[in-house]
């Protein structure tokens, strides 16, 4: 009975190793905003096919088939910057349709926070769910804050990443713009690790394509 019992702790103990190992091991291997650097000017965009807030699926291809896309990359309904800057798009998002661009916003957030999203800026433009990190992948602006940071963005601003994401990484978007041109070529961006630094309107009126 003594040696059942101390073999049971051993294995206990191993299985408890291992779950723990495997944890550290899938936060390891995320990367932090500063190694991200996003996909770079002149490189060519796949398609990508997403739900919207109003339960709708954007097709990237379809879309250009119409005009050149702006894609604005925001964290979430909780992130005030954010906020603001899609509230700005959507104060001159004439000026910007005008001059033949869509501006599309993408966030990992699950439709139902994306009208969320959507009733704070007021945003009359598509708001993407980023299912499982696919469209932030490809542009190449996803990472994972720190277990502080995460803690930091529960706290103050009450960010419940874990319920509002497809899994429970809680991996963030860089808040990064890129305009791509109906070529599906990138040809402007911007890309700051600093979350608080985001593209201006007339940033983006002064690089869309001709």
């Keep these: 009975m003594k040696i059942l019992n101390t073999t049971t702790a051993l294995l206990t103990f191993f ?8 944890e550290l091991y899938g936060q390891s291997e995320y990367r932090s905003a500063d190694e991200a650097t996003g996909i770079e000017v002149g490189a060519y965009v796949s398609d990508f096919i997403a ?3 109003h339960g709708e699926a954007f097709s990237l291809k379809e879309a ?3 005009s050149p896309v702006v894609l604005v990359f925001y964290r979430g309904q909780w992130c005030p910057l954010c906020n603001r800057h899609l509230s700005q798009l959507q104060d ?22 994306l009208v969320q999203t959507a ?5 009359d433009f598509r708001l993407l769910h980023d299912r499982e990190y696919l469209i932030s992948d490809l542009f190449d602006v996803t990472f994972r804050p720190s277990d502080r940071e995460i803690k930091g963005l529960q706290t103050m601003l009450g ?3 874990k319920n509002a994401h497809s899994d429970h990484s809680q991996r963030l978007p860089i808040p990064a713009t890129f305009i791509i041109n109906q070529n599906g070529q990138v040809v402007w961006r ?3 690790p600093d979350y608080r630094e985001r593209s201006s309107v007339k940033d983006i009126m002064d690089n869309l394509p001709d």
């Design 15 to 22: 299985l408890f190793f291992l779950i723990g190992g495997l």
């Design 51 to 53: 739900i919207d807030q």
């Design 64 to 66: 250009l088939e119409a």
């Design 92 to 113: 001159s998002l004439n000026l910007i349709s005008n001059a033949g661009a869509q501006v599309v916003g993408i966030s990992p957030e699950k439709p139902e926070f």
């Design 119 to 123: 009733e704070k800026t007021q945003a």
């Design 159 to 161: 960010a419940d990443l």
């Design 190 to 192: 911007h890309f700051d």
